[in-house]
């Protein structure tokens, strides 16, 4: 990720920071990425590196492929110049990182629009696409972390019985599904009666729904939400925004994406695939010890 060429400014405050490689790969600087997001101090920024690396790690993906530490020069005054640590990182690991940043920051819900709901996918170091398998086992593990967050915050919102948290989610998924509620999503994707909605969205869908969930159990704690009618309104609301930031910036609705394969299959397969991969590194290991 060495010799930087900087890509001109556009529209959009993450494009104007995004830079390439001579070969064409795009990588963000952790340096300009805590400047755009308020970061005054960057040693706060560093703590959140090291959670997105961690994060990076239990998505089975290779750490070092999405964060690349290196030494530049920057200009302290006068013409001088002081050697600071930074980390260039890939689009993917700029989706982590957004992810565990601090959502009172203006800029972080914005990033979390940019990076989780734009279709394109992270590159890897060596340029190739994350493969949508693990994207999805990622953002699946995500979504049932904040769905719990989501859960307990609109309980103390007085959302309490099971029914009330039926028809509290119901508003989220109209405002994100352009009127369509969690029993219409149903019935459009044809899934079995057993069958869950979110264990069968693709990547893109999945980014979508976990960005409505995360910003909005993020404003009822926020604005310390004490009713149910509230919540409701409020989910809906942030289902609605982030309908509107997908058409922005020109993605397809989430009701128009494909029905994707069961999550279960897809978790089923990748740990076949890492046993699979482990046990030829052990024999590797043992031949090469002989």
Not at 252 to 261: C, W, Y
């Amino acid at each position: 990720m060495s010799d930087q060429l900087p890509v001109p400014a556009g529209s959009s405050t993450f494009e104007s920071i995004k830079r390439v490689n001579e070969s064409g790969a795009e990588f963000w600087s952790s340096r300009d990425f805590a400047h755009v997001l308020g970061y005054t101090d960057y040693r706060n920024f560093e703590t959140v590196i090291e959670k997105a690396k961690t994060a990076c790690f239990n998505s089975a993906q290779r750490v070092e492929d999405h964060f690349v530490g290196i030494t530049e020069m920057i200009e302290i005054g006068k013409g001088g110049q002081r050697a600071v640590e930074t980390v260039m990182m890939s689009r993917y690991a700029c989706y982590l990182v957004i992810q565990n940043a601090d959502p009172s920051k203006p800029l972080v819900a914005l990033g979390q629009s940019y990076f989780a709901v734009q279709t394109r996918r992270a590159e890897l170091a060596g340029g190739e696409a994350l493969k949508e398998d693990q994207m999805r086992l990622h953002l699946r593990a995500e979504m049932k972390t904040h769905n719990k967050n989501l859960a307990g915050v609109a309980r103390q919102s007085g959302v309490i019985q099971p029914m009330e948290y039926a028809i509290f989610m119901d508003h989220g998924y109209r405002g994100l599904y352009g009127g369509l509620g969690m029993r219409d999503i149903h019935q459009r994707k044809r899934l079995g009666a057993k069958d869950q909605i979110l264990d069968h969205m693709g990547s893109t869908e999945l980014a979508a729904n976990l960005f409505r969930a995360t910003q909005t159990e993020d404003k009822l704690r926020r604005e310390n939400v004490r009713s149910k009618e509230a919540a409701n309104r409020i989910h809906g609301e942030v289902g609605r925004k982030v309908r509107q930031t997908i058409q922005e910036l020109g993605g397809t609705m989430p009701e128009h994406l494909p029905v994707a394969e069961n999550i279960k299959k897809v978790e089923s397969r990748e740990k076949k695939r890492l046993k699979a991969e482990q046990k030829a590194l052990f024999k590797n290991t043992t031949e090469g010890t002989a």
